[in-house]
């Protein structure tokens, strides 16, 4: 089944400690994407890679870091979160060329 | 930046109603997208329509656009309990070589379809 996989599904952890979020995809999608979503805010991407070691900076990119280096994977690393990158965070990718966006299940965040 | 505003926020009808939700947005695109999402899950691709489109058509989903206007319409007809979920429009910019990196969702209108 064609899907974008994200772990852990739910996250608490404290101010300052370092954690990741893992995505993978297995569609061969050469796009992969990160977005945040908080209330009446929709989705602002965060960061996007348009291929194996290329990644780019959204529209809020500060706090986080992600790398690409397989095709399938692309986790977004907080290396010392804040209580104000409490949010769902949803994971997405797309083919070359095409224009539907398939997204993960989302990642809810608390940081205390 | 927040590129689609979607109108209304939250719409509440009863089943077998049309349910109509508007996005506007503020620059040239090439493609206006829109997407569903169940409570807390992700986002589902429903439609695209392209700049030079007008209307277009998808089962029980019908889509507008005004580039004139800068604005999009999304009517769901017949709606069922099965449609409550949140709605999103999603605009690509022209002038981006492929249509991921600016790729910009709206704040969604919130619909709950009662039986």
């Known amino acids: 089944e064609a899907q974008v996989t994200q772990n852990p599904r739910y996250l608490i952890t404290v101010t300052g400690k370092k954690l990741t979020v893992t995505c993978s995809q297995n569609?061969?999608?050469?796009?992969m994407s990160w977005y945040r979503q908080d209330p009446g805010l929709g989705l602002r991407q965060i960061y996007y890679?348009?291929?194996?070691?290329?990644?780019d900076k959204g529209d809020v990119p500060e706090g986080y870091k992600v790398s690409r280096k397989e095709k399938r994977n692309f986790p977004l690393i907080l290396e010392s979160p804040s209580p104000n990158q409490t949010s769902l965070y949803f994971c997405?990718?797309?083919?070359?060329?095409?224009?539907?966006?398939?997204f993960g299940q989302g990642t809810r965040l608390t940081v205390v | 930046s927040q590129q689609g505003e979607e109108d209304p926020q939250a719409l509440s009808i009863q089943e077998g109603e049309n349910a109509t939700m508007n996005c506007s947005y503020k620059?040239?695109?090439?493609?206006l997208q829109w997407y569903r999402q169940n409570s807390g899950r992700g986002l589902v691709h429903l439609i695209l329509?392209?700049?030079?489109?007008r209307e277009k058509h998808s089962g029980r989903l019908r889509v507008t656009l005004d580039t004139s206007k800068k604005s999009s319409s999304l009517l769901i007809t017949a709606s069922r309990a099965a449609d409550t979920a949140s709605y999103f429009c999603?605009?690509?910019?022209?002038?981006?070589?492929?249509?991921?990196?600016?790729?910009?969702f709206g704040a969604g209108t919130q619909v709950v379809v009662t039986p």
């Open positions: 329509i392209r700049s030079n489109e």
């Open positions: 997405a990718s797309k083919r070359t060329g095409g224009t539907e966006a398939f």
């Open positions: 890679s348009m291929n194996v070691e290329v990644t």
């Open positions: 999603a605009t690509d910019p022209r002038g981006t070589t492929d249509s991921w990196g600016k790729l910009q």
């Open positions: 620059t040239s695109i090439n493609n």
């Open positions: 569609m061969n999608h050469e796009y």
